[in-house]
């Protein structure tokens, strides 16, 4: 069964107000949604999830993670050298603790994100949870089999040669996720041309990517795409028509991209789309609704809602400023007042040197 990550914005935090918006190339704040989920999701929550809890450890909700006394965490917020978490995945792979006890150990790469991530406060949005959920899978529910070319085979190593991260979903499987992270900027059209080999990609991630467009024309034979980022790069939307033959898409993250509501049209034939992120693109109201009608079924998140519950608090919070601010200035407007006195009282005293 394949793992992927569902949440409910709802906590009126700056963090999570921020949610998404992460997406530029290193260095930059660990987005938790990007690097880490796919961490926990692939290398942690089969031992660790809903269904199996080895060691009475669950890594799949906030609850879990941070139960019980907080010098009982795995992950200690702020504290990499401390979280038992950490420790176990950097132990050297021949260590009988050793996270993940199955598999493959983290890459240098991201035993460096979950660092990073600690260090940086252990994020985790309230009601953000890891869920089992099918796709693309066989008939009792497991990743349905799957056997690449030889022309696959040869497209994941051209795209490894290049430094990008193109791993199974899981192990003894030959679906891919394929993460253009590191080159960050460096990802242009071109360097998509090997994606249109990889029919078993079903995770690709392009934020903070210089890909445009027309580099989206590389996806539209990936029929087993489920999970998409077009976060923070370039594109105005009509790309997205490459898109339309992508029935197992049900993630899209479109967020601080130029995508109007003319471009939204081009989502409506996505029936299994559940999520799609809209913050800070220039669709409407009206476009956004119409899309709704057609897609009645997905999660529309537009950020509106959230910033309109962050303009009282910001109006608040400036006025207690002001108002912290008040005194200090009234004595200022005194000091001034005080010295202009004076000033005056030494002039008069000054002689008169006029002739008589």
Request: aromatic share 4%; hydrophobic share 35%; glycine share 8%.
């Amino acid at each position: 069964m394949r793992l992927i990550a569902t949440d409910r914005l709802l906590a009126p935090t700056a963090g999570l107000l921020l949610w998404g918006m992460s997406g530029a190339p290193a260095p930059a704040a660990v987005d938790f949604t990007r690097d880490i989920v796919p961490i926990l999701r692939n290398s942690c929550v089969e031992c660790h999830g809903p269904e199996r809890q080895k060691g009475k450890l669950r890594l799949d909700a906030r609850e879990h993670i941070f139960k019980g006394e907080s010098g009982d965490w795995v992950v200690q917020p702020g504290k990499p050298e401390d979280s038992e978490l950490y420790r176990r995945v950097t132990l050297p792979p021949d260590d009988l603790d050793i996270m993940p006890s199955e598999g493959d150990p983290l890459t240098k790469e991201q035993q460096e994100l979950l660092r990073a991530w600690i260090d940086e406060g252990a994020e985790w949005p309230e009601g953000f949870v890891l869920e089992v959920e099918g796709a693309p899978t066989g008939a009792e529910g497991t990743l349905a089999e799957f056997k690449p070319a030889e022309s696959e085979i040869e497209a994941v190593a051209q795209l490894e040669s290049l430094g990008v991260s193109a791993p199974p979903v899981a192990r003894n499987v030959n679906w891919r996720q394929v993460n253009f992270r590191v080159l960050g900027t460096n990802a242009t059209d071109s360097t998509l041309v090997p994606l249109e080999k990889i029919a078993g990609l079903v995770d690709l991630n392009l934020a903070g990517t210089s890909i445009t467009d027309a580099g989206l024309s590389h996806l539209a034979g990936l029929t087993n795409l489920t999970t998409l980022h077009l976060e923070k790069t370039g594109i105005t939307g009509e790309g997205l028509k490459y898109l339309k033959d992508l029935g197992q898409l049900t993630y899209l993250n479109l967020y601080d991209t130029r995508v109007t509501d003319d471009a939204l049209k081009h989502l409506e034939p996505l029936k299994s789309l559940k999520k799609l992120y809209l913050w800070q693109t220039e669709v409407t109201e009206e476009g956004v609704a119409a899309l709704k009608a057609a897609l009645p079924d997905a999660e529309i998140n537009t950020g509106w809602e959230l910033t309109a519950l962050a303009k009282p608090e910001e109006t608040e919070e400036e006025a207690t400023r002001d108002e912290a601010e008040k005194p200090a200035k009234e004595d200022e407007k005194g000091e001034e007042k005080e010295q202009d006195k004076k000033e005056d009282e030494e002039k008069d005293k000054e002689p008169d040197n006029e002739d008589p």
